[in-house]
């Protein structure tokens, strides 16, 4: 407990007696001294417990980073936002919060970071570039040209007309005229006079004599977007949205645990909001199957036969994550292998290795067939996926029941019944392999290609551009202001070192003006008040116990020892500059401690936390927010075994991701 021992308050108290009388009642006591043999004393057992520090070590593992913007290539850009990592995953942070148009600004960031994600909105909210780019010697440059330049003119044809087998030979021509719906009976047909079907194996319509399938010459790709396992994690990983073959407790699969809140029933279709174009990032795959991706797009207002008869385009000849991802730069050879790295990285602490994925610009062909990358306002988009198998069918010369379009009803006009691991589902129910929702403003399409878990991420894209999905929720977790922890001891009688005795968190992001002080902990029974000298004038944050409700005798959040435990505190805003890092002294936060002196309460001894300099023995530690600091009287070594290391290599900044179980408040 952080308070002088009865046998250290008379020995004062003795102390300052015979001064008194030896001085005929002077006062010779001096605060400054007392506080610097309270320090230097400090310093020796510090060494004799860590050894020297190093010359470097500055005690803060938060560095600043200048960001450079280049706007080339991007129109009505508005905001620019960097965050620790994919947005909507549950452990990032958001970094700054900048105009547009300003080029530089610095933004703090975890010395270990190599990388950032970067975003870059436009005034109706919608990203316009969106990716990580790399931290290098202090600098972090955001350009469209890092991600690869937009196509201009666009190159696209029309290609060959696919044929597909069919098991009737007699070329009969359907009259599609006749549209109806579904008819329950014996016999079940979407088209009037046709073929009645026994079974999900038989398909309605020859293809050949109902829609256009065409390939595409010259699909302009480049490479897209990239995205960590650790990003992905939070999307497919054992806890994730769309887990990997995941069952909720009620046994359902993805697709049923989500089928309502998704409006799963509605299937998947864009509408244009504006003139523009439309792209496809393959970001995320795990089938081994051998499939294909196209699009089809028709006007507002366009029949139910019209609809059907819409030409289809092939977009991705290859629909496999091995010839569209790369991991870390390098390419992969089974399909499964990010799923792999997903598991890995969860279970059994592999790599946070980089996912690149590839973008796919879709082609919009005129009356006349001129090729454009611009999609006319109103313009309706839907996808399909025709499923294949284990890199065998390659041929598309095949039977067109492997189609799976984005609509059901399509899928119920065409007769794509939805029948694997659904034994339960009613016999007429369509196909329905693809969902759609919004992670954290990115838009998301999830593919199924009925590998039989309906996991709904075999294939998942990023959708950009002037075309929304109608009513789909943000299901990402709401990102959070970036903070940092800081750990203070306040010498208020013996070196514990457990830096639990002042503990607060301060939260903020570049481009903001205003940071938020939390309080976490108090194992210190002195009375020891928060200050933020960050701007003109010093602001006072509180004084610990007390903003949380308490006395100060009372030892608050550090465990055994403590009076209570689990107490929250709320947050105080100060003021602080545009150019405010936490970077600069920690944030340029002090904590006053206040200790009475034995026979003369009235008269207090002022001891002074700040930010170390570099080299010398700290009181004041600047960690991330997410740390977990000792519990009470467990020496923060014994916690943190690599903290050590960290003090005599100002190097080894990653000591506080492990430590001792039962050492540290969770």
Known sequence: MKFLSKSVLMAMAAGSIVAASCSHDAEYFDPAQEEANRKANYGTNWKNVFGNVAAEQDWNVAVSVKANIDLTGLSDAKTVRIYTGLPGGKNCRLVAEQPADKETFFFDISETSTNAYATITNSKGDFILANYYSINNGMMFVSNKVRGTRSGECPTTLGDKVTFYNWYNSPESYDLAGCSDWMDGNQHRYWE???????????????????????????????????????????????????????????????????????????????MESDGPMQLNFIYGATQKYNRVGYIYYKEGATTAEILRAPRYLLMEDATPTTNIKRDGASFSDGMQPAYDVNSFQNYGGSDIMFTGTQYNLVYFDENGNASYTFPQGTHIVFFGINGNSNSWKDLSLSGSDIRYSLPWMNRYFYYKWYENHPSWEEKDAATNFVTYKWNKHIVVGYEDEGGDCDMNDIIFFVDGAGKPAGRPDIGT???????????????????????????????????????????????????????????????????????????????????????????????????????????????????????????????VDLTVSAPGKGSEPQMICVPGSWKWPREQIRISDAYPEFGKWGNNYNNGTWYNSYVSGTVIE
């Open 193 to 271: 006079g046709i073929y009645p079907f026994n079974n999900e194996w038989d398909f309605m319509v020859r293809y050949s004599v109902v829609f256009d399938f065409y390939k595409l010459n010259s699909v302009q790709t480049q490479t897209g977007p990239s995205i960590k396992v650790s990003d992905m994690a939070d999307i497919v990983g054992k806890d994730g949205m769309f887990a990997e073959q995941g069952y909720d407790a009620a046994g359902n699969c993805n697709l049923k645990h989500w089928y309502d809140q998704l409006k799963v029933q509605d299937g998947v279709e864009f509408v």
């Open 478 to 604: 709401p990102v959070q202001t970036q903070s940092w922890i800081l750990a203070c001891e306040d010498l208020g009688g013996s070196d514990d070192f457990d830096f639990n005795d002042v503990v607060f968190k301060v939260s903020h992001a570049s481009g903001q003006t205003t940071a938020a002080v939390t309080p976490l902990a108090a194992g210190g029974v002195l009375p020891a008040t928060i200050w933020c000298n960050a701007s003109s004038a010093p602001q006072r944050v509180g004084e610990i116990h007390t903003l949380f409700g308490y006395s100060t005798a009372t030892m608050i959040n550090t465990g055994d020892g403590s009076q209570v435990n689990g107490v929250v505190a709320d947050p105080v805003n100060v003021t602080v500059p545009a150019d405010y890092s936490i970077t600069n002294n920690m944030g340029s936060f002090t904590l006053i401690v206040e200790s009475g002196r034995a026979g003369n309460d009235s008269y207090t």
